[in-house]
């Protein structure tokens, strides 16, 4: 199975910006639809971004569309999650995950759930 890892988070002013990375561990991330959630404190966990293995197809949640980009860098072997113009309500967990049935945006739809990282937005 693989295991996948997230790096990236930390503390950003809002208008500022951060750049996740999620790298499968002993495995090529390109094998996989990759999706990107979060989860804030009391919230649950809500789809944030994905993009297919083939074709590099991308899906966004309408709260970050136009903000955040999805993108594979397949020579360093991850997926990335670059996110601009971030707001306090962009603070929660961040995880990464492979998709069991392409883009989907339910929890459900994915598996393999790297262990987050935080990432603080202030104002």
């Known amino acids: 199975q693989v295991q996948l890892v997230e790096s990236g988070g930390g503390l950003a002013q809002a208008g500022g910006s951060l750049r996740l990375s999620c790298a499968a561990s002993?495995?090529?991330?390109?094998?996989?639809?990759i999706g990107w959630f979060r989860q804030a404190p009391g919230k649950e966990r809500e789809f944030v971004a994905g993009i297919t293995r083939i074709g590099g197809t991308t899906n966004y949640a309408g709260s970050v569309k136009g903000r955040f980009t999805i993108s594979r860098d397949n020579a360093k072997n991850t997926v990335s999650l670059q996110m601009n113009s971030l707001k306090p309500e962009d603070t929660a967990v961040y995880y990464c995950?492979?998709?069991?049935?392409?883009?989907?945006?339910?929890?459900?739809?994915?598996?393999?759930w790297g262990q987050g990282t935080q990432v603080t937005v202030s104002s």
């Open positions: 995950a492979v998709g069991r049935y392409g883009l989907g945006n339910r929890q459900s739809d994915y598996g393999s």
């Open positions: 002993g495995r090529t991330t390109n094998r996989y639809d």
